[in-house]
């Protein structure tokens, strides 16, 4: 599953869009913190592709290996929490 790559910051989402794809049905809403400030936080969007996940609960159930491969490529941020929910309702230091 696409997620948003190393440099993204808050407002920017990656995922599928090909020619007939509408855009992410869903997307999973990270909260994550800075391991060496954690007073330092934000929520990040990872886009889903919208051919596999188009319902909340697929969502959920996908989740886990795309928070671990985030967190792999993100080593200084750690994911406090997660959800998932509708695209644009994300992307706010919190």
């Known amino acids: 599953m696409p997620f948003a790559g190393k440099g993204a910051s808050k407002g920017k989402r990656s995922g599928s869009s090909g020619p007939h794809s509408k855009g992410p049905a869903m ?12 007073g330092v936080c934000k929520e990040e969007a990872v886009s889903l592709n919208v051919e596999q996940v188009s319902l909340p609960t ?3 159930m996908g989740a886990q290996p795309v928070i671990a491969e985030w967190s792999e ?18 992307g706010k230091d919190i």
């Open 27 to 38: 997307e999973l809403i990270l909260s994550i913190c800075l391991i060496a400030s954690p």
């Open 73 to 90: 490529t993100h080593p200084k941020w750690r994911v406090t929490k997660w959800r998932c929910g509708r695209p644009g309702i994300a």
């Open 58 to 60: 697929q969502c959920m």
